[in-house]
């Protein structure tokens, strides 16, 4: 078997995986194209010349102050077709994005993409991405809707704005007969570092937003779009660092458990002070911690979950947890829809049960609920600049840091949950 090593950043756990041919590839084939989806998210493909990753695919955005927007889905296609819809969350608020990819005429493909809304989201801008592998080089030529054009290197060493684009060229020493791109309608191109193709940008207006790029390729295009595609091309195979990790979800005393090293309950010295550069008990003994974060819901889960989270961070050594962004509504945590200051009845009671599992294991836990503070509809009558605040989704950063009324609010969150 013959084997090409392709390293593929995969959006969710970030492994390492390899592209593997499954058979040499013929002297006819050499030209042969091919559109290979990654195993680790369906909005990203490798396009492949012969043998050889020349550029890759992919997809991803920023909402208000260039907060990441994570795009993501695992579905596979079907034969030569793949269809997908994903939910994404821009500033608090919640669109969808599809993708449909296709063949279309000779030599090309299609890859149409959709964002919809129930309403206007601000953001900075969702894109689709051409990027080149570790250590290529390549060109983009780009044709603007006056007819100009504008060369830039790829990876681009500086952000640079291309203008509003109706075709472009990718051109690399692995492939200088080149891929034309056409852009239905013409859209804004950025680059930096990738380059990026804008789906939407300032502002995603409530409806339907649609975009298609079609792919003219030097030869034949074939596209690998299935789960046995994956499988075949690019399974995920164990190197010499490699161990297989089969955990057991076993929380009982082990001989690689240090659930003993911590002192039961938490605070059975007292607060935690400081004492110049460390940490040290209300009695004066010093401590060190080892922490992990959680965030939104986690923090109040469900009995089971709360239990058994607790001695599973006990085990592994864990004494201190970071309850971050927990009092917001619905997935974001136990708070109210309509009122910023008061919380769920029911979600207040997971989070005491899980605060208190916490501590009957040695894990001491700290809050941090000032991020993205949100104010809700019933506040309006509290915050001056409410309007404008709502349109970033009730988000308060920034502005937490000045705004008397807001910060009253958050106290009064804060008196509430204590």
């Known amino acids: 078997m013959f084997r090409l090593r392709i390293p593929s950043c995969l959006l969710w756990g970030w492994a390492c995986c390899c592209l593997v041919v499954a058979r040499p590839v013929c002297a006819e084939e050499s030209d042969r194209w091919k559109i290979l989806v990654q195993p680790g998210n369906s909005f990203a493909f490798h396009v492949i010349a012969g043998d050889k990753t020349v550029f890759d695919l992919g997809a991803t955005g920023w909402g208000p ?43 090309q493909a299609t890859l149409a993409y959709s964002l919809q809304s129930e309403r206007d989201i ?10 080149m592998p570790g250590g290529a080089r390549g060109q983009a030529i780009v044709t603007r809707v006056d007819g100009t054009k504008q060369e830039v290197a790829l990876p681009a060493p500086n952000p640079v704005d291309l203008g509003v ?7 690399g020493p692995s492939f200088p007969a080149g891929v034309d791109v056409k852009f239905e309608p013409p859209l804004a191109v950025n680059a930096h570092g990738d380059l990026r ?54 929380t009982r005393p082990s001989v690689i458990g240090v659930e003993g090293w911590l002192e039961k309950p938490a605070g059975r010295r007292g607060g935690v002070r400081m004492q110049g550069d460390q940490f040290v008990f209300e ?30 961070f006990a085990k592994a050594g864990v004494n201190a947890v970071r309850m971050h962004k927990f009092t917001g509504p619905g997935w974001e945590g136990i708070g109210d829809e309509q009122v910023s200051t008061r919380m769920k009845p029911d979600g207040l009671d997971r989070l005491d049960f899980f605060s208190n599992e916490l501590a009957r294991n040695g894990i001491y836990y700290g809050w941090s609920h000032t991020y993205h503070f949100k104010v809700r509809p019933g506040d309006r009558a509290r915050v001056a600049g409410f309007e404008e605040l709502m ?9 937490i840091n000045w705004a008397e009324e807001v910060q009253d609010l958050l106290i009064e969150s804060v008196v509430g949950l204590l």
């Open 65 to 107: 102050n260039w907060s990441w927007v994570g795009i993501h889905s695992n579905a596979k296609g079907q034969a030569n077709s793949l269809e997908i819809t994903t939910p994404i969350e821009i500033g608090g608020q919640r669109a969808q994005l599809g993708l449909v990819v296709r063949p279309g005429k000779a030599r």
């Open 122 to 131: 601000a953001l900075t801008q969702i894109v689709a991405t051409v990027s």
């Open 197 to 250: 193709i804008r789906l939407a940008a300032d502002k995603l207006p409530a409806g339907k937003v649609a975009a298609q790029l079609t792919y003219t390729f030097p030869a034949e295009v074939e596209l690998l779009l299935t789960e046995q595609d994956v499988k075949r091309y690019a399974p995920v195979l164990p190197g010499p660092d490699w161990f297989a990790y089969q955990p057991t979800g076993d």
């Open 391 to 399: 349109k970033k989704g009730g988000d308060t950063y920034g502005v």
């Open 283 to 312: 009695d004066g003994t010093p401590v060190k911690f080892w922490g992990t974060n959680l965030s939104y819901g986690l923090n109040a889960p469900p009995r089971d979950d709360a239990i058994y989270t607790a001695a599973r």
């Open 165 to 171: 684009v109706r075709t472009l060229r990718l051109v």
